[in-house]
């Protein structure tokens, strides 16, 4: 099982981009795609997540409306666009995949149910 991140990067405040997470290894469409990010010496926060078997869709308030997730079946590939980027938003960015689908809302976002990991992208907005 492989999940690999890109698309971080340096980007000034009010920025874009858009990350990329490419998985193998595993049905992709039985499982949830989740992006997660941690800042040193603060809990890891998940942030956004989506069912790749009826592309149902869930983020937490302070990146509605700024941040999209999709996902590409085809390619086994989920994506976090990223616009209108704050310096708060600056954090190592993980995806994740979990195959308990049958939570729902926050309770599919808890770190805690998700099977594989990948090692992480950085991101950093500066003001």
């Known amino acids: 099982v492989q999940l690999v991140e890109s698309g971080g990067g340096l980007v000034q405040a009010g920025g874009s981009l858009r990350l990329s997470c490419a998985t193998s290894?595993?049905?992709?469409?039985?499982?949830?795609i989740g992006w997660f990010r941690q800042v040193p010496g603060k809990e890891r926060e998940g942030i956004s997540y989506?069912?790749?078997?009826?592309?149902?869709?869930y983020y937490i308030e302070s990146v509605k409306g700024r941040f999209t997730i999709s996902s590409d079946n085809a390619k086994k590939t989920a994506y976090l666009q990223m616009n209108s980027l704050r310096p708060e938003d600056t954090a190592l960015y993980y995806c994740?995949?979990?195959?308990?689908?049958?939570?729902?809302?926050?309770?599919?976002?808890?770190?805690?149910?998700?099977?594989?990991w990948g090692q992480g992208t950085q991101v950093t907005v500066s003001s």
């Open positions: 989506i069912t790749n078997s009826d592309g149902a869709t």
């Open positions: 994740a995949a979990s195959r308990h689908t049958y939570y729902s809302g926050s309770n599919l976002m808890r770190g805690t149910i998700y099977d594989f």
């Open positions: 290894g595993f049905f992709f469409e039985d499982y949830a």
